[in-house]
């Protein structure tokens, strides 16, 4: 007999969160600092643990003409360059990029540079390099003697496009010159802010129509120590005192080793939350709750030292929401956002564990929830669902009624397929879940493996699973977002890029196709009373849109062969005649996107047709359809 998907269209078990289907960043695979964030030169500021790391001098004067000098008054960024030409020689200095500069013919770009002491006549000559060495873009800055640092700017075009550029700097004129901050941008970034973000990596997050962003990571959060923990304070205010650090992902613990990976924080605080506001995203910042890294240093902060770190957490809400007469408030009104950003939630670690984490977060929730009740709090269960560190966290969590848990899972494309029912009877006691990190891995524990259709179709299953428990699981996302195909230390990954091209993955394209079709209120799908989790490889879920009038069926196949369904819909109100189908199909399990090929797994668009209350249709193998049907 035909098998029969029965909808209840009129009897909606739950409302979808608006915050569902977001997106997780992290400065991770050159995410931030080489990737998202448009400055082209490495090191810009010479405060790399190694100074010259990314530049190489042109010329060589005598002993002391490249000097590195602190300047102790100057707030994070320290140490400039002063070049000493008394000879007026010919002196400059190289820039290699992050794996080279991605320029593009027709384009135009504005080098920078702080600078002091500029004797009469001195002048910056900048040229943009191919990799044959051909002069693709040259300008001249005068600059103008002046008593304190002061900032001067040229704008050039630039005729041929490459990914492999590189930056000369000439200096000319006799002289003492004092430089840093030597940056260059497109013009282009996106919604033309100058020294922002790189436009098509964003316009990829946008496409998605997220619910949230949170960020800034993950393990970074953490730090390997706890000087190398995130500190959203030292990524505001103006970027030339923002402090670096090294990257945790600048570690022996990746998979590929980076050794010039840090964070300058050029993407801070202020230009998250302003992203999460430009692609309609709720904002959800991640805190350090007073551990480092457990997989690493596992430092500890003494329980009653903890003050600074929560202090930092409810100034961040005084940041985000404060008036502008308070302190963070006029902070954020001073950088050019004097109205909020509308911060709702708060995440307090990622993947701590034991009853170290339950003791900090505790202290973190009493003074969190005095001050701020408003304000939910976020907290992590860690990696291994079924461990019984797990367990234990979530145990603890629900006792503490924290109001969101954050659960990460890479596992391989069985575990996604087995779990799609993962949240069918979970406790259901006012506390949510929140889907934090999650990615199938077909070849793990044997080393990085890639975003397939294989992986994204079992993602694509257990999304059924979230979808139809939408009124526990409030929020999900992929992780991580971003690899770089030449420093990457994390695979797979859901979006890539080189220095000037972007593809989405097949799991991108299952991400949007949710994100985009998530709408508003649960409805029931059952086979003989059951949900479809997996029997016969059938997965689905289904949701109705109040405001496009929509039902949205969502059904992956996981069979070899196509299968022949009836869809059943029980509901007073009149479907339309024809319905809306969008297909993600590929009967070959390990096909990929790629910078060559980033349309391998895309979707397609048809219609199809209904039988009065019932759509008769055969999906294909290895399959995942949406039917979007109106319903008046
Ligand atoms: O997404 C990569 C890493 O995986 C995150 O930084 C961490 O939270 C998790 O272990």
């Keep these: 007999s035909p098998i029969t998907l029965n909808i209840a269209l009129d009897k909606p078990t739950g409302k979808i969160s608006p915050h569902m289907w977001g997106v997780f960043f992290e400065d991770i695979n050159l995410g931030s600092d080489g990737g998202i964030y448009a400055e082209l030169v490495k090191n810009r500021s010479?405060?790399?643990?190694?100074?010259?790391?990314?530049?190489?001098?042109?010329?060589?004067?005598?002993?002391?003409t490249y000097l590195l000098l602190n300047d102790s008054k100057r707030k994070g960024n320290k140490r400039y360059l002063r070049i000493n030409n008394a000879a007026n020689l010919k002196l400059g200095l190289q820039n290699e990029g992050f794996r080279g500069m991605g320029v593009k013919a027709g384009a135009a770009y504005e080098f920078s540079v702080q600078y002091q002491s500029a004797a009469k006549g001195m002048k910056i000559h900048v040229e943009l390099l191919d990799q044959q060495n051909k002069v693709i873009g040259a300008?001249?800055?005068?600059?103008?003697?002046?008593?304190?640092?002061?900032?001067?700017?040229?704008?050039?075009?630039?005729?041929?496009t490459t990914d492999k550029a590189k930056l000369n700097v000439w200096f000319t004129g006799a002289g003492t010159l004092d430089v840093d901050m030597l940056s260059l941008f497109p013009i282009d970034t996106w919604k033309g802010?100058?020294?922002?973000?790189?436009?098509?990596?964003?316009?990829?997050?946008?496409?998605?129509?997220p619910g949230f962003i949170r960020f800034p990571g993950g393990c970074i959060v953490e730090g390997k120590d706890l000087a190398?923990?995130?500190?959203?304070?030292?990524?505001v205010g103006p970027i030339t005192e923002r402090e670096l650090i090294i990257n945790r992902w600048n570690t022996e613990f990746s998979h590929r080793l980076t050794p010039d990976y840090f964070q300058t924080f050029g993407l801070g605080f202020y230009?998250?939350?302003?992203?999460?506001?430009?692609?309609?995203?709720?904002?959800?910042?991640?805190?350090?709750?007073?551990?480092?890294?457990?997989?690493?240093?596992?430092?500890?902060?003494?329980?009653?030292?903890?003050?600074?770190y929560v202090q930092d957490a409810l100034d961040l809400i005084e940041f985000a929401n404060g008036t502008t007469d308070t302190k963070w408030g006029k902070l954020r009104a001073d950088m050019g956002h004097p109205e909020p950003f509308h911060l709702k939630m708060l995440g307090v670690g990622?993947?701590?564990?034991?009853?170290?984490?339950?003791?900090?977060?505790?202290?973190?929730?009493?003074?969190?929830?005095?001050?701020?009740?408003?304000?939910?709090?976020?907290?992590?269960?860690?990696?291994?669902?079924?461990?019984?560190?797990?367990?234990?966290?979530?145990?603890?969590?629900?006792?503490?009624?924290?109001?969101?848990?954050?659960?990460?899972?890479?596992?391989?494309?069985?575990?996604?397929?087995?779990?799609?029912?993962?949240?069918?009877?979970?406790?259901r006691n006012g506390v949510k879940i929140f889907a934090g990190e999650y990615a199938s891995h077909t070849t793990r524990p044997n080393g990085p493996g890639k975003s397939t259709w294989e992986a994204a179709l079992s993602e694509a299953a257990f999304m059924t699973g979230l979808e139809r428990n939408g009124d526990v699981v409030e929020m999900a996302s992929y992780a991580p977002l971003f690899g770089h195909v030449d420093g990457w230390q994390w695979s797979p990954d859901l979006i890539w890029v080189d220095n000037l091209q972007v593809y989405g993955t097949p799991s991108y394209q299952v991400q949007k196709l949710y994100a985009t079709n998530k709408g508003t209120n649960i409805v029931p799908i059952k086979r003989d009373g059951e949900f479809v989790a997996g029997k016969d490889s059938l997965y689905a879920s289904a949701v109705f849109d109040a405001a496009a009038q929509q039902l949205i069926v969502k059904v992956v196949n996981y069979n070899s062969k196509p299968m022949k369904v009836n869809l059943?819909?029980?509901?007073?109100?009149k479907p339309a005649a024809t319905a809306e189908k969008i297909t993600l199909a590929n009967a070959n399990l390990n096909l990929s996107n790629s910078i060559e090929e980033p349309l391998n797994i895309r979707p397609k668009q048809n219609t199809v047709t209904s039988k009065g209350k019932t759509i008769v249709e055969t999906f294909e193998p290895y399959s995942l359809t949406l039917i979007k049907l109106t319903v008046k």
């Design 139 to 160: 300008a001249e800055l005068p600059l103008e003697p002046v008593g304190s640092w002061s900032e001067a700017t040229v704008k050039f075009p630039v005729n041929q």
């Design 271 to 308: 230009e998250y939350f302003l992203l999460a506001e430009d692609i309609g995203a709720s904002p959800v910042p991640i805190l350090n709750c007073g551990m480092a890294c457990q997989f690493n240093t596992a430092e500890l902060v003494p329980l009653d030292e903890l003050d600074t």
């Design 193 to 209: 802010r100058p020294k922002g973000l790189r436009k098509d990596m964003v316009q990829m997050l946008a496409d998605m129509k």
């Design 46 to 64: 010479f405060e790399f643990d190694q100074p010259w790391m990314g530049w190489k001098k042109l010329e060589n004067g005598p002993e002391g």
């Design 350 to 427: 990622n993947e701590n564990w034991g009853p170290q984490y339950i003791e900090r977060l505790a202290v973190f929730k009493k003074a969190l929830n005095e001050k701020h009740p408003e304000i939910k709090i976020i907290a992590s269960s860690g990696t291994d669902p079924e461990g019984d560190r797990f367990d234990f966290l979530n145990d603890q969590l629900r006792a503490m009624n924290i109001n969101i848990i954050d659960e990460h899972y890479y596992r391989p494309p069985s575990w996604f397929l087995s779990s799609a029912n993962r949240y069918d009877n979970y406790t």
């Design 228 to 235: 190398n923990r995130f500190q959203w304070k030292k990524t």
């Design 568 to 573: 059943d819909v029980d509901s007073k109100k």
